[in-house]
């Protein structure tokens, strides 16, 4: 079976809690306290998930560069980071084509970025397909620090609405 037709992870990751202010602008608003200690429980839960990371796809945002250090430090082995000013902010079609970009060989990517972009983006490649318990848990809201796990068969290149299935969202605490 050739990679691209196996079934990849792709989890989709609001960053963690953020300060409320930062007199530099919202670009580099820090994570809070609780939004540090609720990032490296989303660490640990991928840890206890067994989920690896091949790839992460993370805006450039001091709060999302901060977040993907909260994961590491929670226990989630360490992967390739490629920080990308595209994902600041940005709309589902412009995650999708940030996504699109992806290491080929990278079976589970994690892309860290924002609301509004990132649940809709969830909703839009899920559409309805999967866990009914992740479905609802995702329609109740998607927090910071929430995560929604997909799966997906085939190459990211090729990557469309409706094409992945959502298997599970957890929004862990620290």
Not at 101 to 106: I, L, Q
Not at 151 to 161: F, I, M, N, V
Request: charged share 20%; proline share 5%.
């Amino acid at each position: 079976m050739t990679t691209a037709a196996m079934d990849r992870i792709l989890i989709l990751m609001r960053h963690a809690a953020a300060a409320s202010h930062d007199p530099e602008g919202d670009h580099e608003r820090d994570l809070s306290h609780q939004g540090k200690r609720d990032a490296e429980a989303v660490g640990a839960w991928l840890r206890q998930h067994s989920i690896g990371i091949d790839e992460v796809l993370c805006s450039t945002a001091e709060r999302t560069r901060q977040t993907a250090a909260g994961v590491w430090a929670g226990g989630c082995p360490e992967a390739d980071v490629r920080f990308d000013t595209r994902l600041y902010n940005a709309d589902p079609t412009s995650l999708l084509d940030v996504i699109r970009e992806a290491d080929h060989d990278a079976n589970v990517v994690l892309v860290i970025g924002h609301a509004p972009g990132i649940p809709a983006l969830a909703s839009l490649l899920a559409d309805g397909d999967g866990s009914r318990k992740a479905h609802e848990a995702l329609g109740a809201g998607f927090p910071t620090g929430g995560v929604a796990v997909l799966t997906y068969a085939g190459a990211w290149s090729d990557l469309a609405p409706g094409a992945a299935r959502l298997s599970d969202f957890a929004a862990p605490r620290g």
